[in-house]
């Protein structure tokens, strides 16, 4: 099974979990605050980053704090 790494967008923490298949779709609370806005980390991004990055910033990197300068 692989291990996803989650990011919490209401508080910032991040938690590694084992997704089943069918896990996949179904919305993974944080531990820390019990928020469902979670946000999936991919190891390989694919592009699609669901923060509200609106001039761009590093797409390759989970850091939110990594700008451009
Ligand atoms: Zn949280």
Do not use: H, W
């Not at 910032?12 to 980390?41: H, M, N, W, Y």
């Amino acid at each position: 099974m692989p291990i996803y790494e989650f990011k919490c967008r209401k508080c910032g923490e991040t938690f590694e979990l084992l997704i089943r298949s069918s896990d996949a779709k179904s919305t993974v609370a944080c531990p820390a605050c019990r928020s469902t806005r979670t946000q999936r980390l991919l190891s390989a991004f694919s592009g699609k980053v669901g923060n509200t990055a609106s001039g761009g910033g590093c797409g390759s990197c989970s850091a939110t704090s990594c700008g451009p300068s």
